[in-house]
């Protein structure tokens, strides 16, 4: 799982300008949407995961609502197909 500091280091304050501080907040923009990319996004369907999911990234959770089952999406086997992996 990503670690993000709880503290940004900007130095000396006083010594900051708009055009620093604007670059600092993509900066900081940045590390956290990279950081937020990185988790699975976790899907509660009535469903299986289906072969046609392509719209979902690798590492993406299906659990099916109805039977608990637990999948996570692993392959690509074309740009319109995906493969899930049962987990649980």
Known sequence: MAKINEYYDVGDRNKINVEQLVRMLEDIYKILAVAVNKKPDVYFRPTDG????????????N???????IEMLTSRPSSSTVGWTQIS
């Open 50 to 61: 289906q072969a046609s999911d392509s719209f979902l990234s690798n590492g993406d959770i």
């Open 63 to 69: 659990v099916n609502e109805t039977t608990n089952k």
